[in-house]
Nanobody, 128 residues
Framework: QVQLVESGGGLVQAGASLRLSCAVSGDNFEWYTIGWFRQAPGKEREGVSCISITDASTYYPDSVKGRFTISRDTAKNTVYLQMNNLEPEDTAVYYC?????????????????????WGHGTQVTVSP
């Protein structure tokens, strides 16, 4: 079991950038796949990015591809989500989550049930 703590959210204007951090504590950080999800009011929680700590392979849905970049720092047990050219539609609570990859990132990353451990979230608000 791991514990995850998100930080870096805030209020920005459209077109701005933010970098979210997910600090992961616990054993065997390198075994995990870390995903970023977001949930806007009245909407389902959706996956926006995912990284395999083992080999740094990544996954992005089309909605954020080219604007969001996920990365990891194994020395700090931290995963980052760089978000550029933010849009009001990106407003949501952003969560990071940890799971064990058993198939492919494309199969696992959009599905929250494959992630067993979750942080408490950080709010991102993008004004027009």
């Amino acid at each position: 079991q791991v514990q995850l703590v998100e930080s870096g959210g805030g209020l920005v204007q459209a077109g701005a950038s933010l970098r979210l951090s997910c600090a992961v504590s616990g054993d065997n950080f390198e075994w995990y796949t870390i995903g970023w999800f977001r949930q806007a009011p009245g909407k389902e929680r959706e996956g926006v990015s995912c990284i395999s700590i083992t080999d740094a392979s990544t996954y992005y849905p089309d909605s954020v591809k080219g604007r969001f970049t996920i990365s990891r720092d194994t020395a700090k047990n931290t995963v980052y989500l760089q978000m550029n050219n933010l849009e009001p539609e990106d407003t949501a609570v952003y969560y990071c989550a940890a799971g064990i990859l058993t198939s492919t990132l494309q199969f696992m990353c959009p599905v929250r049930k494959y992630f067993a451990s979750w942080g408490h979230g950080t709010q991102v608000t993008v004004s027009p």
